[in-house]
C-alpha cells in the first residue's frame, strides 16, 4: 500500500465552475476524514465516514458541499459554484476506529478559484 | 472538542535536542495525545502519540505528564529536515477527528 493518495494534486477553476475531488485511503481503514487548509492555519475538520456512511458534518461544509465514499473505499469531494472563499488545501485522511490509531493523510489538493 | 496550547515558534540548532511542550488540562481519561507535523506544502505526517505513558519511535519521544495536563515532544537530535509546524492534538471522543490548533513552528538553524 503506497498511502493515501489524492488527486488532482492541483486544481485552478472559474469560479460558478464546479470540482470534484478524490481520495484513496489505505486499504484497510474504515475511516475516512476531509479537511481543509488555508494560508497559515492549521487544517479544518470537514466531513467524517466510517466505511460507506458519513458520520457527521461540519459547519464549515456548505450546501454546495458534497461528499461520498460509495462501498467504502475511495472517496469524493465536490464542491458547485464555486467562490473565491473556496481557495484552500483541501487535505483527506484515513485511520482504522478508535483514538489510539494513527491516522494517514494524503498530500491534498490546492484549488485555486479565479 | 478538547483544547491544545502550544507556543506559536521554537527555534533549534542542528544536531541538538529539540523539547516542544504542549498544555492540555482540559484533557479527558480517554483522549489519546497525538502528535503531527506538517512540512510546507505537504500533509499532516504521523509522530507519535500516547495515554498515559511515555513513549518513544524512531522519530521522537513523548513525554507525558503524571496529570496528563501536559506533554512534551522530543526530537533527540534535530535535522534540518525536521524544520515544520508541529501539532499537538487530543484524540478522543466518538468520532476520533483530529483537531487542528495552530500548532509550533520549529526552525532549525545549521
Known amino acids: 500500500d503506497t498511502g493515501v493518495s489524492q488527486d488532482p494534486r492541483h486544481k485552478i477553476t472559474k469560479r460558478g465552475q464546479n470540482v470534484t475531488f478524490r481520495c484513496d485511503p489505505i486499504s484497510e481503514h474504515n475511516r475516512l476524514y476531509w479537511y481543509r487548509q488555508t494560508l497559515g492555519q492549521g487544517p479544518e475538520f470537514l466531513t467524517y465516514?466510517?466505511?460507506?456512511?458519513?458520520?457527521?458534518k461540519s459547519r464549515l461544509l456548505s450546501d454546495r458541499f458534497s461528499a461520498e465514499r460509495p462501498k467504502g473505499s475511495f472517496s469524493t469531494l465536490e464542491i458547485q459554484r464555486t467562490e473565491q472563499g473556496d481557495s484552500a488545501m483541501y487535505l483527506c485522511a484515513s485511520s482504522l476506529a478508535g483514538p489510539g490509531t494513527e491516522a494517514f493523510f494524503g498530500q491534498g489538493t490546492r484549488l485555486t478559484v479565479v | 472538542d478538547a483544547k491544545t496550547t502550544q507556543p506559536n515558534s521554537m527555534e533549534s540548532n542542528e544536531e541538538e535536542p529539540v523539547h516542544l511542550p504542549c498544555n492540555h488540562s482540559?484533557?479527558?481519561?480517554?483522549?489519546?495525545i497525538h502528535w503531527y507535523r506538517q512540512l510546507p506544502s505537504q500533509g499532516p505526517e504521523y509522530v507519535i502519540h500516547g495515554l498515559t505513558s511515555n513513549v518513544n519511535n524512531r522519530m521522537a519521544s513523548l513525554a507525558i505528564a503524571e496529570d496528563r495536563k501536559s506533554s512534551t515532544l522530543i526530537l533527540h537530535r534535530a535535522t534540518l529536515r525536521d524544520a515544520a509546524v508541529y501539532y499537538c492534538?487530543?484524540?478522543?471522543?466518538?468520532?476520533?477527528?483530529?483537531?487542528f490548533g495552530k500548532g509550533t513552528l520549529l526552525t532549525v538553524n545549521p
Open positions: 465516514f466510517q466505511n460507506e456512511a458519513q458520520l457527521e
Open positions: 492534538i487530543l484524540r478522543g471522543g466518538s468520532n476520533y477527528k483530529l483537531t
Open positions: 482540559t484533557i479527558s481519561g480517554t483522549d489519546y
